[in-house]
């Protein structure tokens, strides 16, 4: 595989063609522009976090941002990846497995927020497109009431 362009997807591969596969390769999992912005609002409120990291240590999924002190998992979900049924288009290319691969996705996801309650913990999930601002005052204003909870 000396030039991508010269790349042919293997039979039943996810990827329908050489430049599908490094578009599809370049799409970031973590610090997304949506992520920063909401992350640099947070941080400059005094609120101090993990960013990517496990909520619960045997539960090999990642929260956006993990503020431990006050069990809170917070989660800034794509459109695309995550079925958003205000922006989410089926793909006209292997729609049948892309389509299956965003329903697996909202399923784990379903999963992930259950199990992250039966452990105490509360979770926020925003998508990329609220408004950043809208985002950090509800981060910041859950934290308040947890900590005034755990008082």
């Not at 089926?90 to 729609?95: A, D, F, G, I, Q």
């Not at 259950?114 to 950090?136: I, K, N, S, Y």
């Amino acid at each position: 595989m000396s030039n991508g362009d010269n790349w042919t997807p293997p039979e039943g591969s996810w990827a329908s063609s050489a430049a599908r596969r490094r578009n599809m390769q370049a799409i970031r999992s973590r610090d997304t522009k949506p992520e920063k912005l909401i992350r640099r609002l947070v941080h400059a409120r005094g609120l101090r976090y993990r960013v990517s990291a496990r909520p619960l240590p045997e539960l090999r999924r990642t929260a956006d941002m993990v503020f431990r002190p006050t069990k809170l998992a917070v989660f800034i979900d794509g459109c695309y990846w995550h079925g958003c049924p205000e922006h989410y288009v089926p793909p006209r290319t292997n729609s049948g497995y892309w389509s299956e691969k965003v329903a697996r996705n909202m399923a784990r996801d379903r999963d992930t927020d259950e199990q992250l309650r039966a452990a105490g913990w509360t979770v926020l999930r925003f998508w990329e497109h609220t408004p950043p601002d809208a985002c950090a005052i509800t981060i910041v204003a859950m934290i308040d009431r947890l900590r005034k909870a755990g008082e």
